[in-house]
């Protein structure tokens, strides 16, 4: 039996990434962000982030104090809180055992 091994585009990644985003921005409308908070999104194409699936989004709260908070996103837009909710997701539902993070 012939497996196919398809691989994404940087192209693919990055469309599922801003529908990703978008989810995000509209789910938090309302979610209002302390004054000289940064925020920055990564993908799996990111240093660091090279476990994400595509699709998956991390956002990066750095607040004024210096201190930054991760935040995990799947496609759909549900929330994770951390590294270890996504692996646990991961591992429960699909199977998946991340080895390298």
Known sequence: MERSSRKLSLEQIEAMTHATINK???SNVRERLRH??????????AAGYGWLLPGWVAEERRVQSGRIYRYYYDP???????QQKV???????WGIIVLDT
Do not use: M, P, Q
Not at 36 to 45: L, N, Q, R, S
């Open 76 to 82: 759909n837009g549900s929330f994770y809180e951390s």
């Open 87 to 93: 692996l646990e997701f991961l591992e429960r539902l």
């Open 36 to 45: 000289g908070t940064t925020v920055t999104y990564h993908d799996c194409t």
């Open 24 to 26: 995000i921005h509209f």
